[in-house]
């Protein structure tokens, strides 16, 4: 895979995927902390970058976190999430946080759901533009 002026390639295919996410706590409660903050972006840009993907924005609130991501055609969105959640769970579970043993329980740190919206390239209006221009065969 190469990377050039945001177009990458891969051995069959040219892409240029981003996907934006956003992930809630358990129960909306707030236990984020700046250093939380700091330690969840090396793990999600750890866990991106073993899925071939790229954390290109990362921050949060006391009980949220936005990334933007890169990512490949054959990573399914929904198995990037699921590792991300997961190892960033474990991992800052581990750490051992006051503010998160006492307000979370039960081994969890996030919300079961999330959002997931595509985002990067034109317009869909200038890409239905684009396909309408096509000259159709007669």
Known sequence: MTKSNEIRTGR?????????????TKYRRGVFTKEILE????????????????LLEFDG????????????PKVAIST?????????????RKKN??????KLWGGHLWSPSYFAGSCGGAPLSVIRQYIESQRTPE
């Open 12 to 24: 069959h295919c040219v892409y240029n995927l981003h996907v934006h996410l956003v992930f809630v």
């Open 39 to 54: 330690d969840l972006r090396e793990i999600m840009a750890s866990v991106c970058k073993d899925f071939e993907a790229e």
């Open 61 to 72: 609130e006391d009980d949220l976190v936005h990334l933007l991501v890169t990512y490949p």
């Open 80 to 92: 990037l999430v699921n590792s991300l959640k997961g190892v960033s769970s474990r991992l800052i």
């Open 97 to 102: 946080y006051t503010q998160i043993r006492r």
